[in-house]
């Protein structure tokens, strides 16, 4: 099967698994979220890596017990040597601040393991419009192609 490929970010599983918010902006991310989840899914293969196992640990323990049931038949992409490298690259470049190492990691895996699509709804470090050209800029000069890096809302396909 030659499925294009989709990184889950964190985010991602947050949303998915997360309590229903009063919050208008954050219940239509919820919503959004479980559409793709409902609706698309099934057309890509999907991956993650131990850092968005390890995030999905972190908080209200209830909550991490339904973002790690999501995340149990979803197959993992190593946190190579070159993942790391590369990883660092980006802060190094300053498209990543260097307190958001996990937000580089992400980037990179997908990057390095030519993953088609990362999807996020972390619209600071990762999908956003201001980092696309630079992520692209240091992908090709690593020898990498960057991922589409975007939101659930982008990749509900038309």
């Not at 992409?77 to 660092?88: N, P």
Request: proline letters at 4%.
């Amino acid at each position: 099967m030659n499925q294009p490929s989709v990184y889950l970010e964190t985010s991602f599983i947050s949303y998915l698994t997360a309590k229903p918010s009063r919050d208008i902006i954050v219940a239509a991310h919820q919503n959004l979220t479980l559409e793709w989840w409902e609706k698309r899914r099934q057309d890509f293969e999907l991956f993650i890596s131990q850092t968005v196992v390890d995030e999905a640990k972190q908080g209200d323990p209830e909550a991490a017990t339904r973002r790690l049931k999501i995340l149990e038949w979803i197959d993992f992409l190593d946190i190579t040597e070159k993942v790391e490298t590369f990883a660092y690259r980006l802060i190094d470049y300053k498209i990543i601040p260097a307190n958001e190492m996990r937000d580089a990691v992400h980037i990179a895996v997908s990057c390095v393991h030519g993953v088609n699509y990362l999807l996020t709804w972390n619209c600071k470090h990762i999908a956003n419009a201001e980092k696309h050209q630079k992520i692209g800029d240091v992908c090709t000069e690593f020898g990498y192609v960057s991922p589409i890096i975007c939101t659930p809302e982008e990749l509900l396909g038309g």
